[in-house]
């Protein structure tokens, strides 16, 4: 069974997509049959350093997780080159990326 880590974030207290992005999250791991081994759920702007999503990523290093889950890339990147460099990580690390709405299962 994969092991699922959930990322949300919004860019400030009052947006209102958190429970939004968690349900779908959840969801989509009941639906796939994965177990939900972490859920992270942040706020701040995207410019902003993300402890959260570090936190999400130190798990992936320790192989606690198989596959992260995101509502949108631009939930999870700060920029293309911060994108790209987490999923280059995660893809060295065999942890799979998937992102909801963008349709994208790597």
Known sequence: MFRAGLYARV???DQQTMPLQIRA???????RGWM???QVKEIGSGASERQ???KL???ARRREIDVVLVWRLDRWGRSVADLL???QE???LGVGF???TEALDL
Do not use: K
């Open 11 to 13: 860019s400030t207290d």
């Open 25 to 31: 999250l959840r969801e989509y791991t009941v639906r």
């Open 36 to 38: 939900i081994a972490l």
């Open 52 to 54: 959260l999503r570090e």
């Open 57 to 59: 990523l130190e798990a």
């Open 85 to 87: 460099a987490t999923l």
């Open 90 to 92: 995660l893809e060295h």
């Open 98 to 100: 998937v992102s909801l």
